[in-house]
């Protein structure tokens, strides 16, 4: 079949390069994004280090655990171009940092052009490696981020795209309405910047009210037997159960009444994002990225980071008002889905797709 610069009958192809599947990626949907991608004539495939809970059937999604260590990495990719049935796309996305130096490897291999994600407001102490020739430029899930690239890292602002990463169109989960005892929740991967602490120090107070309540917390970190004695110290570890939850999914959300993010550092908020377009009632913090997802009062919560008194006074109000708690879970999973919707997501990436493929070589900034 013919191919001129990665594409075949107009088909445009892209391989994204992730990290662990359903870890990584957070509960977004890969395996549904490559199918509106497809839709609009991309033809996506994935490259990552594990596929996770994916179905192993779907041949779109390579698994090349090797490319993860750095003595095995030259091998794997050696492997890759020797991978039967295996053709070169015609644009690299770089969708996880794990997988930003494979990308410059790749890329220089197969001489492709790339564009990398960026997602966490930690790039802003690691930094960015690019390569000067092949990088074409960086997609943020968020206008905070953005601006932060912009004026934390000197980065040229028409080098980077604003690209709302979408949420899976199911409908809302069912909720019970049976269960007694409400349940507030939290999720992270680390305890001190996810705010546990002040998570448990708030479920201290709202139970020292003599409300009723049950806290769960989904620790994606190894912190979870720190977090269980302090919930002890605290005279709160009967009403409080920490989780190991490799992926936040649908059986999170279904058994929470309301979801806290209490961070204190910036975070592009994909967790609370999630609990928003499930509709669960949500408190997040002042900080950047979060305070961008919410209208206060209207669609969830906004408290000052590292306070439990004020995440315990948000966590009451919506305890006390379980009606006006349901109509701002309502507005919040409309106003979510709106704004990460996977149809837009996938219009303008294969837009971008289609616009470097088609560019000469270029040379990336510094």
Not at 328 to 355: C, N, P
Request: glycine fraction near 10%; include cysteine.
């Amino acid at each position: 079949m013919p191919r001129l610069g990665g594409i075949v009958n107009d088909l445009t192809e892209v391989v994204f390069l992730a990290g662990r599947l359903g870890l990584d990626d957070d509960g977004w949907p890969m395996t549904v994004l490559m199918d509106r991608l497809q839709r609009r004539g991309v033809l996506a495939r994935v490259i990552c280090l594990s596929r996770g809970s994916y179905p192993g059937s779907d041949h779109r999604l390579l698994e090349f655990p090797a490319l993860g260590h750095r003595w095995l990495k030259t091998l794997s990719i050696r492997r890759l171009q020797l991978e039967a049935g295996f053709e070169h796309p015609c644009v690299l996305h770089v969708l996880h940092e794990a997988m930003a130096a494979v990308a410059l490897a790749l890329a220089d291999s197969w001489r492709l052009p790339y564009v990398q994600t960026v997602d966490d407001f930690g790039i802003l102490e690691r930094g960015l490696k690019l390569s000067r020739r092949w990088f074409r430029g960086l997609i943020a899930t968020s206008p905070e981020l953005a601006d932060e690239l912009v004026q934390g890292l000197g980065f040229p602002a028409d080098r980077i795209a604003l690209i709302a990463p979408g949420v899976s169109p199911a409908p809302a989960a069912p909720r019970s309405i049976d269960r007694k005892i409400p349940v507030i929740g939290t999720a992270g991967r680390s305890r001190e910047k996810s705010g546990f602490g002040v998570f448990l120090e708030a479920a201290r107070q709202v139970l020292g009210t003599g409300r009723d309540a049950e806290f769960l917390i989904a620790s994606q970190g190894n912190d979870a037997l720190d977090l269980r004695r302090h919930a002890q110290a605290l005279g709160i570890a009967d009403r409080v159960s920490v989780s190991d939850f490799a992926v936040i999914g649908p059986r999170f959300w279904t058994v929470l009444d309301i979801y806290c993010q209490p961070s204190l550092v910036p975070s592009t908020g994909r967790t609370l994002a999630l609990a928003l377009s499930e509709g669960v009632p949500t408190v997040a913090t002042q900080v950047k990225g979060l305070r961008g997802l919410i209208d206060h009062g209207s669609t969830g919560l906004i408290v000052p980071p590292g306070s439990p008194e004020s995440l315990a006074a948000a966590i009451i109000e919506l305890l006390d008002h379980p009606d006006q708690a349901a109509l701002i879970g309502g507005r919040g999973r409309e106003a979510t889905r709106a704004r990460f919707d996977v149809e837009i997501e996938a219009d303008l990436l294969a837009s971008l797709y289609r616009r470097h493929a088609a560019l000469p070589e270029t040379h990336a900034p510094r």
